[in-house]
């Protein structure tokens, strides 16, 4: 290649690095401009965003307050519940003992009472029986002599009964 073609070659390359310079300048000009105009919106709205940041805030450190008023209102529900359970666990564990007790007394003047029923009974019984067997054997003896005095005279063997061959 000769010098004036190499010349030519290397103003022509050098004039499109020139335009694209200038185009890469005109964009970088654009993007500042929209820079701009994004940063002036920004700006616009950045008292908004701080309000709103700033009743955010607020509103986190009252709902923080207000959790840890509830929080400290449950526990002293919680404690309360946990004292009116003692007291009525005690008050059951109290009315259990009490109520066994009184079972087991009951149950003693029920066995007393059973014991008493019984030998009642037995002495009634008892009272009842010997003059019925007395009568018993006082009926007996008299139904013996009128058979006795009926017959007259002693039985012969052959009007023996089995009871009488037993001892012949």
Do not use: C
């Amino acid at each position: 290649m000769d010098q004036q073609t190499l010349l030519i070659l290397m103003t022509i390359f050098v004039a499109l690095a020139a335009i694209g310079m200038l185009v890469q300048a005109a964009m970088l000009i654009g993007i500042y401009r929209i820079s701009k105009g994004t940063q002036e919106k920004v700006f616009a709205l950045l008292p908004r965003i701080e309000s709103l940041v700033e009743s955010t805030s607020e509103g986190v450190d009252q709902s923080r307050k207000q959790i840890l008023e509830i929080a400290a209102r449950a526990s002293a529900i919680l404690d309360s519940a946990r004292e009116q359970l003692t007291k009525v666990e005690e008050i059951v564990t109290d009315a259990t003992s009490r109520a066994r007790v009184q079972m087991d007394r009951m149950e003693l003047v029920l066995d007393d009472t059973m014991t008493r029923a019984q030998e009642t009974v037995a002495a009634v019984h008892e009272s009842v029986m010997w003059p019925v067997r007395e009568l018993h054997g006082i009926a007996a003896g008299v139904r013996a002599a009128l058979d006795f005095l009926a017959r007259g005279s002693r039985p012969s063997v052959a009007q023996a009964t089995s009871d009488e061959e037993m001892f012949i």
